[in-house]
């Protein structure tokens, strides 16, 4: 199948919920199928910052309801679902050349820090920051009740009996997040009860200062590795080396969407990036998380290069939004 660019700009499930104090009040939202139809016409043409029109710019969120597809028509109900058992299907089988697109597959359990949000499968990547909290991105927000967190997880068709599997007891995102920009694009989550710290499971020290241009990073996932046209669903969680990218190279690549909340981290000739299912995933520079993936032009196009939260800009909103809710 072909990519259709656009693809999952903003997934997350919106709607009224019955305990409003675990999340900022979605007033914007009231209206569950116009906002259906605005997000179908962002993720068509994905307009940025300032109504400006940028075809193909997508937050990296996997959910069945934004599978690629060539044509631009909706699927009906069995249409969906019998594309979503062919991509079960082929995601229980094990690609050899499945990896972050232009990455490759980490050293097992060498991401400690790694967190799968799942809703019985995979959808976006987090980062364990303490012994019961983990970081994402707001636009991987999703019902409390249904969401739980994977961790100590590397192969994803295996029991390695190194997991471990948590109920979410809080979700709090940033309160100026905007779903248009996806400026402020963060939520911590606060696990039922603390996980037990092993080799396999273990929190990474948030950053101690802003990262420079040139600063060698990692980022790691089980998002899509789709390119020229063919789509795989990693099994084993994938890693690829990525540099800090100057500001200024960031802007050029978008310009007026780069917001002081983002850093861009990737390569201007293209064909390595983190793609849709990554976001929320870490950026790690020198052992501590510097960014989560957050948004882009595509996936691995030259010139655009993926677009992360600046985790330094945000210290005293998620010491502060822990330490309100012990």
Not at 137 to 142: I, P
Request: glycine letters at 10%.
């Amino acid at each position: 199948m072909t990519q259709a660019q656009g693809m999952c700009y903003d997934g997350a499930e919106v709607g009224k919920h019955e305990n409003v104090s675990m999340i900022r009040k979605l007033k914007d939202f009231e209206d569950t199928d116009k906002v259906n139809r605005k997000r179908e016409e962002r993720r068509r043409w994905g307009v940025g910052r300032k109504g400006r029109a940028q075809q193909g710019l997508v937050g990296y969120k996997y959910e069945p309801g934004c599978v690629q597809v060539s044509s631009d028509h909706s699927l009906d109900t069995m249409s969906l679902l019998a594309l979503l058992l062919m991509i079960g299907a082929a995601a229980a089988v094990p690609r050899e050349d499945g990896r972050i697109i232009g990455g490759q597959e980490c050293e097992p359990h060498s991401r400690p820090f790694m967190a799968s949000l799942n809703y019985g499968y995979h959808f976006c990547g987090g980062v364990l920051i303490n012994n019961q909290w983990v970081l994402s991105v707001a636009h991987c927000w999703y019902n409390p009740y249904a969401m739980q967190i994977m961790l100590g997880e590397h192969d994803v068709r295996v029991f390695e009996g190194t997991e471990q599997l948590m109920k979410t007891k809080n979700i709090i995102w940033h309160p100026s997040y905007d779903y248009q920009t996806l400026d402020f694009d963060i939520m911590l989550i606060k696990l039922y009860h603390p996980v037990e710290v092993t080799e396999a499971v273990a929190p990474i020290p948030l950053p101690t200062a802003c990262p420079m241009a040139g600063l060698p990073c990692s980022v790691s996932g089980w998002g899509y590795t789709a390119v020229n046209g063919e789509m795989n669903l990693p099994v084993r969680l994938q890693c690829l080396d990525v540099p800090i990218l100057d500001h200024q190279d960031c802007e050029n690549a978008y310009p007026g969407m780069i917001s002081p909340r983002m850093v861009c981290a990737g390569y201007t000739d293209g064909g390595r990036d983190a793609c849709n299912g990554d976001s929320g995933s870490p950026l790690v520079c020198a052992g501590e998380v510097q960014g989560l993936v957050s948004w882009g032009q595509g996936c691995a196009l030259p010139n655009y290069p993926g677009v992360y939260v600046k985790l330094c800009e945000f210290l005293s909103w998620i010491e502060d939004t822990m330490a309100a809710n012990p």
